[in-house]
């Protein structure tokens, strides 16, 4: 512990509470040592810049502490030089006690936590306020390129003294990226140990007329993986509206070639290339062994696409609800909406948010449009059929695809609502 950091920590009270408790001996050492500057070293500036939160402490005016979480981009706390750190204060709930508290006592106590290596950095300073008139350069500094949210002021803080903590009962704790990260690499690691099992290189499955090879593989989640197809030519395909599947052909462990279904998830308006998402399910099944063999270059011969799944053709709003994998086709039909300017809101829904398979690029494209629910995450907002219905338009189409409770739970809600059959369109995958 540094001196600085015990000069301002260890107040008479405190050191009498040490004494009683008998660890002042142990204390008493660290503000003998000489005075020295507080200053940040390298050590301490990597950890604040992969920092994305941090908890700040100030004291009212009437003497209350008050503690606020602060968020932003990993490196929002940025380190102007070592006794100096500063951040831009975006415009939030517009309660201003934090910085309120700050205009009648410039002290503050900052915590930084990082959960997964059970560390955290304590940091004592005063901070000042400045804005765009009175420190227009120093503020730009606190910017953080890309992050849209609207800078209020920036909070500039003079440190007096940090200390590292123990991590002590620390529990380790991730963020979405970071278990996302984690994933891949535990994947990319499994993927290098075993060698996947392979279609022999000549092998053709299936006899359909359209003659098709796999040109792309992506893992969009820990269980969902994205094959693009392309003719064997690389010519158009033969066009196909949101809805539709593919019939494939798949070898499973056993031998047997069987055929499974796969809804078309790429953007309709494509005609060079369809893709397909497949969630491995059972052990055995033709999911996995369509996982475990299908890889670039893979060949196949499949029927044109078949679709029972249709849009509708006028300007009516829709209702797109999918759940888990059912996304495949709901998102296709998005796209479709998007480009014929329909009306329409995507209602998406999944365990947590690592299973959902295009969820950032749905939210990217349809901002304002597409909302999503979690079954298996405590706190976050869960999909309420019933509601979402009632507050639809009175002439929108609804469309489903996911798990068959939910097929049901929205075919159910419709009909207690009186809505005509017609207006619910869905697809069940089992
Ligand atoms: C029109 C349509 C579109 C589809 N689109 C997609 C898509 O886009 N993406 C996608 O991933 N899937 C999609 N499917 C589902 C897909 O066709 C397969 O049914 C799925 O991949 C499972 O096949 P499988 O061979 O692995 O399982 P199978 O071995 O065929 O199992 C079939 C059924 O048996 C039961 N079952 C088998 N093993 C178990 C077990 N261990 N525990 C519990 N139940 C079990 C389940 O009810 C399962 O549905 C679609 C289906 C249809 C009809």
């Not at 278990?179 to 994947?187: G, N, P, S, Y």
């Not at 690389?234 to 509206?241: G, N, V």
């Not at 299973?355 to 907002?381: H, I, K, N, V, W």
Request: aromatic fraction near 8%.
């Amino acid at each position: 512990m540094s001196s600085a950091f015990a000069d301002i920590a260890f107040t008479p009270n405190v050191k009498a509470m040490q004494t009683r408790m008998g660890s002042r001996q142990a204390y008493r050492a660290a503000e003998h040592e000489p005075p020295e500057e507080p200053a940040l070293g390298p050590y301490e500036i990597a950890f604040i810049a992969a920092r994305d939160s941090f908890y700040q402490g100030t004291v009212s005016e009437t003497g209350w502490p008050y503690v606020q979480h602060r968020g932003g981009p990993a490196g929002f706390l940025k380190v102007l030089d070592a006794r100096t750190l500063g951040y831009a204060d975006f415009s939030g709930n517009r309660q201003y006690v934090s910085v309120g508290n700050l205009v009648g006592d410039d002290r503050v106590s900052l915590f930084l936590m990082d959960y997964p290596n059970q560390t955290r950095l304590k940091i004592l300073g005063r901070a000042r306020l400045i804005d765009e008139d009175s420190a227009p350069e120093l503020l730009a500094r606190l910017e953080t390129p890309d992050y849209r949210a609207r800078v209020e002021r920036g909070v500039i803080i003079h440190i007096e003294g940090f200390d590292w903590n123990c991590p002590k009962y620390i529990t380790p704790r991730y963020a979405e990226s970071q278990v996302v990260q984690r994933i891949k690499e535990a994947t990319a690691a499994l993927t290098a140990q075993t060698p996947a099992p392979q279609l022999p290189a000549t092998e053709v499955l299936g006899h359909g007329e359209l003659a098709l090879t796999i040109s792309g593989v992506r893992q969009l989640t820990p269980r969902i993986r994205a094959y693009t197809l392309r003719a064997d030519d690389w010519a158009d395909l033969p066009p196909a509206k949101a809805g539709a599947h593919l019939a494939v052909p798949v070898r499973r462990p056993d031998g047997a070639v069987v055929i499974r279904q796969y809804s078309l998830a790429g953007d309709p308006g494509r005609r060079d290339a369809y893709e397909v998402a497949v969630l491995r399910q059972y052990e055995g099944g033709g999911a996995q062994a369509i996982h475990d063999t299908w890889q670039l270059g893979t060949r196949l011969r499949v029927a044109l696409p078949i679709n029972h799944f249709l849009l509708h053709g006028d300007s009516r709003p829709a209702v797109l609800i999918a759940g888990g994998i059912g996304i495949t086709p709901i998102k296709a039909m998005a796209q479709t909406l998007g480009r014929r300017h329909v009306a329409f809101e995507l209602h998406y829904t999944a365990r947590t948010p690592i299973d959902m398979a295009y969820r950032e690029q749905l939210a990217g494209d349809f901002p304002g449009r597409c909302f999503t629910y979690y079954s298996r995450q405590p706190g976050q907002p869960r999909l309420d059929v019933a509601e979402l219905l009632r507050r639809a338009a009175g002439d929108a189409v609804i469309y489903v695809c996911g798990p068959r409770p939910l097929i049901a739970a929205v075919r159910s809600a419709a009909s207690h609502l009186g809505m005509a059959p017609e207006r619910v369109q869905y697809e069940s995958f089992s």
